[in-house]
């Protein structure tokens, strides 16, 4: 099961009003687990950055303004998504501003089903507890002392270890693992198994088998029944 978590980085909060993303990050998952592939990208809005945005990124406009706009790098984003289904912190939000940017661009939006929303899960994990991304670093003891401010990819990352915790665990990643391996293993067992033919065993009574017998027969308070079914003609 192929998955991309990513985050991004904007302006502010709403695209329709002129906010512009600013920042893409992207973790490539399967099964949970993180495969080591990324995707990073810094995008020219094309416009000022407010105070309030920059405080929460340190990004600003002329930090941004040699980077490529959003039409000359989107195809490469796409690329690398593929079909995967697309997981995020409060998905609706960057979701809503990849869609905006793809609209501008006249290519198809992404579908509501495709994303997952690991805020929605942790809320209904842990009700009434505090689920932002650095509450969940802290509720699965993972290590997130290097995020001073908000980055896309760094965000992505400590987001793929969340999101293993939430769906059951390195444990669950690892049982994910073994299971392969064994499917495998009995595959190829299927595959080089062959019948083999083993000729029949003698089963005959030797000649000190037989006295034996008689003797036991011979001392048995019905021997006469065994003797006539034997013996049908009366013979010794």
Not at 190 to 205: D, T, V
Request: charged share 25%; hydrophobic share 40%; glycine share 8%.
């Amino acid at each position: 099961m192929r998955e991309i978590v990513f985050d991004t980085e904007t302006t502010g909060f709403n695209p329709f009003t002129g906010d512009r993303l600013v920042e893409i990050g992207c973790v490539e998952v399967e099964n949970y687990l993180p495969t080591g592939r990324v995707f990073h990208q810094y995008v020219n809005p094309e416009r000022d950055m407010p105070e309030g945005a920059f405080r929460i990124h340190g990004l600003s406009s002329e930090y941004l303004k040699d980077f490529p706009v959003f039409s000359e790098i989107y195809t490469k984003f796409i690329d690398f998504v593929g079909d995967a289904k697309l997981v995020a912190h409060n998905a609706d939000f960057d979701m809503k501003f990849i869609n905006w940017e793809l609209a501008q661009v006249g290519h198809a939006e992404y579908p509501k089903a495709l994303a997952v929303d690991t805020l929605e899960i942790a809320r209904r994990k842990f009700p009434g507890s505090p689920n932002t991304l650095d509450a969940l670093c802290k509720r699965f003891t993972i290590d997130n002392s290097s995020r001073i401010k908000h980055g896309a990819l760094l965000d992505a990352e400590l987001l793929s270890e969340v999101y293993l915790e939430l769906m059951g665990g390195r444990q669950r990643g690892l049982a994910l693992v073994t299971e392969a391996v064994v499917s495998d293993k009995i595959q190829v067992s299927e595959q080089k198994s062959e019948a083999i033919f083993r000729k029949a065993r003698s089963h005959a009574a030797s000649k000190q088998e037989l006295i034996r017998h008689g003797e036991f027969i011979a001392g048995m308070g019905k021997a006469a029944l065994w003797n006539k079914i034997n013996n049908p003609e009366g013979t010794a």
